[in-house]
């Protein structure tokens, strides 16, 4: 019962999000120098996903936060996942890349935030009022889950438009683990 709850409502989202996104973010990657990806709590946990699936697609990606994380640069690209596009640290971030001249895009269940009247794009996962409490997936759970599977259709048009063997991105797996 719970499976099929959760299913039927990711697949709702994803069914209202606009299918020209994936062309859209895969043309902002590939425009990027590098790409940045920041998030906080369990958005950051979906980044962190995406980012890997990146640096397997051949991209230089970083992670905001983390010790080795380098300054971002005019031309870089950093993408911001955040559900209600509010976030303070979130929101900082976004102005410090908007003075360097970064381009920025947010990832978000709202299409009109603080972040996303700063951004250069918004890519909106699925309504806005698709978003009222769901039971069963509580606290932020249908934007989280919404947005890991859209990401990784991303990762799967990115490899099937580059013609990306599994083994290349494997080749491109940690191997210190």
Do not use: C, W
């Not at 990711?10 to 920041?38: C, G, H, M, P, W």
């Not at 976030?87 to 900082?92: F, P, Y």
């Amino acid at each position: 019962m719970h499976q099929q709850l959760i299913t039927e409502k990711i697949s709702s989202i994803l069914e209202a999000t606009d299918d020209t996104y994936e062309v859209k973010l895969t043309q902002l990657l590939d425009n990027a120098k590098r790409i940045f990806i920041a998030g906080a709590g369990r958005s950051r946990l979906v980044g962190n996903f995406f980012a890997m699936r990146l640096v397997h697609g051949g991209y230089d990606v970083n992670v905001v936060g983390e010790i080795v994380t380098p300054s971002i640069k005019k031309g870089d690209l950093l993408i911001i996942i955040s559900g209600s596009g509010e976030t303070e640290q979130l929101i900082a971030f976004t102005k410090r890349a908007r003075e360097i001249g970064a381009n920025i895009v947010l990832i978000s269940a709202k299409s009109d935030s603080t972040i996303g009247d700063m951004a250069d794009a918004v890519f909106q996962i699925g309504r806005s009022e698709q978003y009222g409490k769901v039971k069963g997936m509580p606290m932020g759970t249908v934007f989280e889950l919404s947005t890991l599977i859209f990401l990784e259709a991303i990762i799967s048009h990115i490899i099937h438009e580059k013609g990306i063997s599994e083994e290349v991105m494997r080749s491109r797996h940690a191997n210190l683990e």
